[in-house]
Antibody
Framework: EVQLLESGGGLAQPGGSLRLSCAAS????????MSWVRQAPGKGLEWVSA????????YYADSVRGRFTISRDNSKNTLFLQMNSLRAEDTAVYYC????????????WGQGTLVTVSS | EIVLTQSPGTLSLSPGERATLSCRAS???????LAWYQQKPGQAPRLLIY???SRATGIPDRFSGSGSGTDFTFTISRLEPEDFAVYYC??????????FGGGTKVEIK
Protein backbone atom coordinates (compact mmCIF):
# COMPACT_ATOMS: atom_id res chain seq x y z
CA GLU A 1 0.00 0.00 0.00
CA VAL A 2 1.37 3.40 -1.02
CA GLN A 3 1.77 5.78 1.88
CA LEU A 4 3.05 9.34 1.99
CA LEU A 5 3.47 11.01 5.35
CA GLU A 6 4.41 14.68 5.59
CA SER A 7 5.92 16.35 8.62
CA GLY A 8 7.76 19.52 9.57
CA GLY A 9 4.97 22.05 9.32
CA GLY A 10 4.34 24.65 11.99
CA LEU A 11 4.51 28.32 12.77
CA ALA A 12 7.25 30.43 11.23
CA GLN A 13 7.89 34.16 11.25
CA PRO A 14 7.99 36.16 8.04
CA GLY A 15 11.48 35.80 6.63
CA GLY A 16 11.98 32.55 8.51
CA SER A 17 12.58 29.00 7.35
CA LEU A 18 11.01 25.57 7.63
CA ARG A 19 11.92 22.17 6.23
CA LEU A 20 9.16 19.80 5.27
CA SER A 21 9.65 16.06 4.91
CA CYS A 22 7.57 13.42 3.19
CA ALA A 23 8.25 9.79 4.10
CA ALA A 24 7.22 7.38 1.35
CA SER A 25 6.51 3.67 1.45
CA UNK A 26 4.78 0.99 -0.59
CA UNK A 27 6.48 1.73 -3.91
CA UNK A 28 9.94 2.03 -5.46
CA UNK A 29 10.50 5.63 -4.40
CA UNK A 30 13.50 6.32 -6.64
CA UNK A 31 11.51 5.36 -9.72
CA UNK A 32 8.98 8.15 -9.44
CA UNK A 33 8.99 11.89 -9.76
CA MET A 34 7.40 13.68 -6.83
CA SER A 35 5.67 17.01 -6.38
CA TRP A 36 4.71 19.41 -3.65
CA VAL A 37 1.27 21.01 -3.94
CA ARG A 38 -0.12 23.53 -1.47
CA GLN A 39 -3.55 24.79 -0.48
CA ALA A 40 -4.04 28.09 1.28
CA PRO A 41 -6.86 28.15 3.85
CA GLY A 42 -10.20 27.99 2.06
CA LYS A 43 -8.54 28.13 -1.35
CA GLY A 44 -7.74 25.81 -4.22
CA LEU A 45 -4.71 23.71 -5.09
CA GLU A 46 -1.43 25.24 -6.28
CA TRP A 47 1.53 23.32 -7.66
CA VAL A 48 4.74 24.34 -5.88
CA SER A 49 7.63 22.17 -6.99
CA ALA A 50 8.65 18.87 -8.55
CA UNK A 51 11.72 16.65 -8.70
CA UNK A 52 12.75 13.76 -10.92
CA UNK A 53 13.08 10.21 -9.57
CA UNK A 54 16.89 10.29 -9.39
CA UNK A 55 16.73 13.79 -7.93
CA UNK A 56 18.87 15.32 -10.64
CA UNK A 57 16.39 17.94 -11.82
CA UNK A 58 14.12 20.23 -9.84
CA TYR A 59 11.34 22.56 -10.93
CA TYR A 60 9.54 25.41 -9.20
CA ALA A 61 6.50 27.64 -9.50
CA ASP A 62 7.36 31.28 -10.06
CA SER A 63 5.88 32.14 -6.66
CA VAL A 64 8.53 30.12 -4.79
CA ARG A 65 11.52 30.02 -7.14
CA GLY A 66 14.66 31.24 -5.41
CA ARG A 67 13.17 30.73 -1.93
CA PHE A 68 12.21 27.04 -1.84
CA THR A 69 14.41 24.02 -2.59
CA ILE A 70 13.10 20.54 -3.28
CA SER A 71 15.33 17.52 -2.72
CA ARG A 72 15.09 13.83 -1.97
CA ASP A 73 17.05 11.07 -0.26
CA ASN A 74 16.27 7.89 -2.17
CA SER A 75 18.20 5.78 0.34
CA LYS A 76 15.70 6.89 2.98
CA ASN A 77 12.61 7.12 0.75
CA THR A 78 12.13 10.71 1.80
CA LEU A 79 11.22 13.91 -0.05
CA PHE A 80 12.06 17.35 1.32
CA LEU A 81 11.05 20.95 0.80
CA GLN A 82 13.34 23.58 2.29
CA MET A 83 11.41 26.82 2.58
CA ASN A 84 13.35 30.04 3.18
CA SER A 85 12.36 33.71 3.23
CA LEU A 86 8.83 32.71 4.12
CA ARG A 87 5.98 35.12 3.48
CA ALA A 88 2.46 35.34 4.85
CA GLU A 89 1.16 34.16 1.49
CA ASP A 90 3.05 30.87 1.90
CA THR A 91 0.60 29.92 4.64
CA ALA A 92 -1.02 26.71 3.44
CA VAL A 93 -1.34 22.99 3.84
CA TYR A 94 1.52 21.41 1.90
CA TYR A 95 0.93 18.04 0.27
CA CYS A 96 3.50 15.74 -1.26
CA UNK A 97 2.25 13.73 -4.20
CA UNK A 98 3.54 10.85 -6.30
CA UNK A 99 3.57 11.46 -10.03
CA UNK A 100 2.76 8.95 -12.73
CA UNK A 101 5.66 8.79 -15.22
CA UNK A 102 6.49 10.91 -17.09
CA UNK A 103 5.21 14.03 -15.38
CA UNK A 104 1.60 12.94 -15.53
CA UNK A 105 -1.07 13.21 -12.89
CA UNK A 106 -0.70 12.54 -9.14
CA UNK A 107 -2.02 9.14 -8.16
CA UNK A 108 -1.26 9.31 -4.44
CA TRP A 109 -1.15 12.20 -1.99
CA GLY A 110 -0.04 12.57 1.59
CA GLN A 111 -2.36 13.91 4.28
CA GLY A 112 -0.62 17.29 4.29
CA THR A 113 1.21 19.43 6.81
CA LEU A 114 0.15 22.96 7.78
CA VAL A 115 2.59 25.83 7.45
CA THR A 116 1.59 29.11 9.07
CA VAL A 117 3.68 32.21 8.46
CA SER A 118 2.84 34.92 10.94
CA SER A 119 4.51 37.27 13.38
CA GLU B 1 -0.25 29.07 -19.77
CA ILE B 2 -3.54 27.21 -19.82
CA VAL B 3 -6.19 28.38 -17.35
CA LEU B 4 -8.87 25.95 -16.18
CA THR B 5 -12.26 27.37 -15.25
CA GLN B 6 -14.64 25.16 -13.33
CA SER B 7 -18.38 25.72 -13.11
CA PRO B 8 -20.54 26.02 -11.25
CA GLY B 9 -18.71 27.14 -8.14
CA THR B 10 -21.24 25.35 -5.97
CA LEU B 11 -23.78 22.68 -6.86
CA SER B 12 -26.62 22.00 -4.42
CA LEU B 13 -28.17 18.58 -4.93
CA SER B 14 -29.89 15.79 -3.02
CA PRO B 15 -28.63 12.22 -2.60
CA GLY B 16 -29.65 10.14 -5.60
CA GLU B 17 -29.51 13.06 -8.02
CA ARG B 18 -27.10 13.42 -10.92
CA ALA B 19 -24.21 15.87 -10.66
CA THR B 20 -22.65 17.42 -13.75
CA LEU B 21 -19.50 19.52 -13.37
CA SER B 22 -17.71 21.48 -16.06
CA CYS B 23 -14.04 22.27 -16.61
CA ARG B 24 -13.18 24.61 -19.45
CA ALA B 25 -9.60 25.22 -20.62
CA SER B 26 -8.36 28.46 -22.15
CA UNK B 27 -6.48 26.42 -24.76
CA UNK B 28 -6.81 22.89 -26.03
CA UNK B 29 -5.55 20.28 -23.56
CA UNK B 30 -2.97 18.08 -25.27
CA UNK B 31 -3.97 14.44 -25.58
CA UNK B 32 -6.88 15.11 -23.21
CA UNK B 33 -4.45 15.02 -20.31
CA LEU B 34 -7.06 16.02 -17.77
CA ALA B 35 -7.66 14.55 -14.33
CA TRP B 36 -10.38 14.96 -11.71
CA TYR B 37 -9.87 14.82 -7.95
CA GLN B 38 -12.21 14.69 -5.00
CA GLN B 39 -11.34 16.47 -1.77
CA LYS B 40 -13.27 16.18 1.47
CA PRO B 41 -12.73 18.60 4.38
CA GLY B 42 -9.45 17.99 6.15
CA GLN B 43 -8.39 15.33 3.64
CA ALA B 44 -5.97 15.14 0.75
CA PRO B 45 -7.21 15.13 -2.82
CA ARG B 46 -8.10 11.70 -4.20
CA LEU B 47 -7.62 10.82 -7.86
CA LEU B 48 -10.86 9.83 -9.56
CA ILE B 49 -10.36 10.26 -13.32
CA TYR B 50 -7.33 10.61 -15.59
CA UNK B 51 -7.00 10.98 -19.33
CA UNK B 52 -10.35 12.79 -19.23
CA UNK B 53 -12.37 9.57 -18.99
CA SER B 54 -10.40 6.74 -17.37
CA ARG B 55 -11.37 5.81 -13.82
CA ALA B 56 -8.56 5.38 -11.34
CA THR B 57 -8.17 2.11 -9.49
CA GLY B 58 -11.04 1.37 -7.13
CA ILE B 59 -13.22 4.27 -8.22
CA PRO B 60 -16.94 3.37 -8.47
CA ASP B 61 -18.54 3.50 -11.90
CA ARG B 62 -21.01 6.17 -10.83
CA PHE B 63 -18.11 8.56 -11.43
CA SER B 64 -17.34 9.34 -15.07
CA GLY B 65 -15.52 11.88 -17.16
CA SER B 66 -15.83 12.99 -20.74
CA GLY B 67 -14.81 15.72 -23.12
CA SER B 68 -11.92 16.78 -25.27
CA GLY B 69 -10.07 19.84 -26.45
CA THR B 70 -11.18 22.67 -24.20
CA ASP B 71 -14.42 21.35 -22.70
CA PHE B 72 -14.55 18.58 -20.13
CA THR B 73 -17.35 17.19 -17.99
CA PHE B 74 -17.34 15.18 -14.78
CA THR B 75 -20.51 13.33 -13.83
CA ILE B 76 -21.71 11.52 -10.74
CA SER B 77 -24.66 9.47 -11.93
CA ARG B 78 -26.36 9.09 -8.54
CA LEU B 79 -25.02 11.01 -5.58
CA GLU B 80 -24.19 8.99 -2.51
CA PRO B 81 -23.87 10.73 0.89
CA GLU B 82 -20.08 10.31 0.77
CA ASP B 83 -19.85 12.11 -2.58
CA PHE B 84 -20.51 15.57 -1.16
CA ALA B 85 -17.13 17.22 -1.48
CA VAL B 86 -15.07 19.61 -3.59
CA TYR B 87 -13.98 18.44 -7.03
CA TYR B 88 -10.97 19.77 -8.92
CA CYS B 89 -9.91 19.32 -12.50
CA UNK B 90 -6.23 19.31 -13.32
CA UNK B 91 -4.27 19.58 -16.53
CA UNK B 92 -1.07 17.61 -16.87
CA UNK B 93 1.40 17.06 -19.68
CA UNK B 94 4.98 16.07 -20.29
CA UNK B 95 5.93 18.89 -17.97
CA UNK B 96 6.66 19.05 -14.24
CA UNK B 97 4.11 21.77 -13.55
CA UNK B 98 0.44 21.10 -12.84
CA UNK B 99 -2.52 23.38 -13.41
CA PHE B 100 -5.66 23.09 -11.32
CA GLY B 101 -9.13 24.49 -11.76
CA GLY B 102 -10.68 26.51 -8.97
CA GLY B 103 -12.92 23.67 -7.81
CA THR B 104 -16.64 22.91 -7.63
CA LYS B 105 -18.26 22.24 -4.29
CA VAL B 106 -21.05 19.67 -4.37
CA GLU B 107 -23.19 20.29 -1.32
CA ILE B 108 -26.30 18.71 0.11
CA LYS B 109 -29.46 20.56 -0.81
Amino acid sequence: EVQLLESGGGLAQPGGSLRLSCAASGFTFSGYAMSWVRQAPGKGLEWVSAITGPGDRAYYADSVRGRFTISRDNSKNTLFLQMNSLRAEDTAVYYCAKRIPDWYYCDYWGQGTLVTVSS
Amino acid sequence: EIVLTQSPGTLSLSPGERATLSCRASQSVTNNYLAWYQQKPGQAPRLLIYGASSRATGIPDRFSGSGSGTDFTFTISRLEPEDFAVYYCQKYSNSPSLTFGGGTKVEIK
